[in-house]
């Protein structure tokens, strides 16, 4: 590698580059430990665990800074509650299920209630069944239930993130309706989120759903990263269905012999 005038310029610049991340480093470093020093003066009780908590905190945001750009923070992973996924999923079925025709099948729309954490991680606690509407797609048609779910909302402490609906077996896109919606929302909250639901993608691989948000400027969608938060996995999640089916359909989940 020594006598490759390439790789010597690319150290030259990785060292560079070292440099300058290391320089940035120190001065967040400073910040961040002047106002640890801070809060410490005004705690009253010393702690001797603490100290050395501390500092391994500040030593792993360090090593996590300068990592290029491409990598994924963890505060960009959306977390998605697993009552908000059975919620979405089983509101998209209900309209779409195999007791109805399939030329019958109609999107569903509602709002995604959600909080952020210390990290600025957004954490999809809720979801709020809005509406159902033509094969084409469904909107928010009355302005008075968007004010009542709003003000439920706000009682469980939560905020209005963003939005979802369903694409009925056509797949996990943004149409041109689509990204105007979303566009709406991101003018609202620049954080704001799109969830996609193809309820027929729910097959043990895949939890049936994207994220997407909006680049307002290019015109142009991309999907963000989430996560499920709990034990929830893709496998589980068509048994899970199946068993909450007699909701969508307003029964009974299961037959109590003694109330029969
Ligand atoms: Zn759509």
Known sequence: MDNNNESNKKLIDVKDLKKKIKKELKKELLEEIYTELKSEEKEPTIDISKPTQKKTIIIEKSVEKPVPTEIVKSADIIQVSVSSVLKVASHALKYANSNIPRDEWVEVIGLLAGKLDNDETLHVEDAYPMGHGSAIYAEIKDYKNYVRAFNDIKNKKLFICGWYHSHPSYGLFMS?????????????????IALVIDPYLIDGTSFGFDIFKANIKTKKWFAVPFQVKGALNTKILPD??????PIIEGKAIYLEYDED
Do not use: A, V
Request: glycine share 4%.
């Open 240 to 245: 899970l269905l199946k068993f909450i089916d």
């Open 176 to 192: 041109t309706e689509d990204f105007g919606t979303q566009t709406r929302y991101q003018t609202l909250w620049n954080k704001s």
